[in-house]
């Protein structure tokens, strides 16, 4: 059983005690709680525990949600590249009881981003299996395909089929524009054309179809989060910090 010092009056996330290694900045333990739905069989949320520690060099390091049993909920493996301006995401892994992991994988995007928040990190970078590009897509995750062959097979597969739905008409319209135009530099049409794949993401998502057959992903690709991205969306963060109880808040530059 995990012995925890959290009292109900705990400080701001500023007040916070962080640990250096190399100097990069470590949160202690976070205490938050699980995000248990109607439909598992409970409505009273659990506690967890977010940590973060060294890996096997001084670039790497593991995320970990356990439960208050230390039982290990989810984990995930972060690395620094480009002198330390890129967070990359090698890996996000939950367990497969749905009870257990409610809410273990956004958990873990909320101590990523913490982590690049406090180590003022440029962006963080990961490759995301086709099934879960959905969940990465709600955080804000961007798709970088950077090969236009690539993305134009990714387009035409998921976007053009959808053209007699009248949710996705503008998107539609666009892809067919962009696969039509030949006057765009091929860093125009890569930019644009992942542009309209987010688009298309984010518009799913609020469709609540990502779990739809016709909607899945079979091949994955390479997602971004920058930090800028992260500040311009900081309302929608901060609520889910809340949500989680994760006692952390992004502020604006100028608070």
Not at 19 to 35: E, G, P, S, V
Not at 83 to 106: E, F, H, M, P
Not at 165 to 188: A, H, M, P, Y
Request: hydrophobic share 35%.
């Amino acid at each position: 059983m995990r012995i925890n010092h959290y009292y109900k009056n705990q400080p701001t996330f500023a007040q916070l005690h962080f640990r250096k290694f190399n100097n990069f900045n470590m949160f202690n333990d976070i205490k938050c709680k699980t995000a248990i739905k109607k439909d598992f069989g409970q409505n009273n949320p659990k506690d967890y525990f977010l940590t973060i520690e060294n890996s096997y060099t001084p670039d790497e390091f593991v995320l970990e949600v356990e439960d208050i049993e230390l039982n290990s909920i989810g984990k995930s493996q972060i690395s620094l590249k480009n002198n330390n301006k890129t967070l990359y995401n090698d890996s996000i892994d939950v367990s497969k009881n749905r009870l257990k992991n409610a809410g273990a994988g956004t958990i873990m995007h909320l101590g990523h981003i913490i982590t690049m928040m406090e180590n003022n990190i440029d962006k963080i970078e990961l490759y995301s299996l086709g099934q879960a590009v959905y969940f990465h897509s709600k955080f804000k995750f961007e798709p970088i395909i950077k090969n236009t062959n690539d993305l134009r097979d990714c387009l035409q597969l998921n976007i053009l089929p959808k053209m007699n739905d009248k949710r996705f008409e503008g998107i539609v319209q666009k892809t067919k524009e962009w696969l039509n135009n030949e006057t765009l530099s091929d860093s125009e049409k890569i930019n644009k054309g992942n542009k309209i794949l987010y688009d298309y993401l984010q518009t799913v998502n609020k469709q609540k179809l990502n779990h739809d057959d016709e909607f899945q992903f079979w091949i994955g690709f390479d997602m971004i989060l920058t930090k800028d991205k992260v500040m311009k969306n900081k309302d929608f963060f901060n609520k889910l910090f809340e949500k989680y109880d994760i006692d952390y808040q992004i502020k604006a530059l100028d608070d």
